[in-house]
């Protein structure tokens, strides 16, 4: 049974509370351990990990993290195979600090061979501060339920100021065309998000765009004297 079934389950002994209370103080302590050995602004990449080499979501993903690294950026995804793998694998040829934060799974996924700084995690919850904590702003491929669990979680984290300043950029027109629809043909005309809301995304198919993005986010929030540059991080 995994770690997090464990939690899960209704009754626990005390013993195994306090066991499982020092695994994920454990498992955070570390977390931010590793965090702290990024040594310059990082972007966060989600999409999904069913995504194979030469499809339009690997290829968009590498060029992206390509150009990041090119900025002096460090890219940080899961650290399994699919997008995450192209965007490692795109971070490590543009020159960049390629960060993996894994999760242990029963049937996937071991770190792929393009992370240079690594974790392996237990905890979701754990993993996925790590993804906030360590990032400046999130580029987010076409993925399943994990992905939209992680972009949704983002927004959240924005939209009640518990993050500030956090460009979130949808790569793929084509596949987020539908919940853009959703949110403004439903959710918007019933009440439950606002026009605000909406404008926390932005939606393209350019790396170019992306990169922009979260840099020109990253200069409004701290100045342009803290922008890096390639030679800063090499």
């Known amino acids: 049974m995994s770690t997090d079934r464990e939690i899960l389950q209704t009754h626990q002994t005390e013993e195994e509370l306090r066991r499982h209370t020092r695994r994920i103080e454990t498992e955070f302590r570390l977390g931010f351990e590793t965090v702290e050995r990024i040594d310059r602004p990082a972007v966060s990449f989600f999409g999904s990990a069913r995504t194979g080499e030469g499809t339009r979501p690997y290829e968009l993903a590498r060029a992206t ?3 990041f690294a090119e900025a002096g950026w460090a890219v940080v995804t899961g650290g399994g195979p699919g997008v995450m793998e192209a965007a490692n694998r795109g971070c ?4 960049g600090l390629s960060v993996g934060f894994n999760i242990a799974l029963p049937h996937e996924q071991g ?3 393009y992370v240079d700084l690594g974790m392996t995690f237990h905890h979701f919850y754990a993993r996925k501060t790590m993804f906030v904590k360590a990032a400046e702003g999130f580029c987010v491929f076409p993925g399943g339920f994990g992905t939209a669990d992680e972009l949704f979680e983002s927004l959240t984290l924005i939209q009640t100021r518990k993050v500030l300043g956090f460009p979130v950029v949808l790569l793929d027109t084509e596949y987020w065309g539908p919940l853009l629809d959703w949110i403004r043909l439903r959710a918007l005309p019933a009440g439950t998000v606002g026009e605000d809301d909406l404008a926390l995304l932005t939606v393209t198919d350019e790396p170019e765009v992306a990169v922009r993005t979260v840099l020109d986010g990253y200069t409004r929030l ?3 004297q803290h922008t890096p ?3 800063d991080a090499e």
């Open 229 to 231: 540059e390639k030679h």
């Open 222 to 224: 701290n100045g342009p």
């Open 65 to 67: 993290a390509h150009r």
């Open 92 to 95: 490590r040829e543009g020159g």
């Open 111 to 113: 770190m792929n061979p």
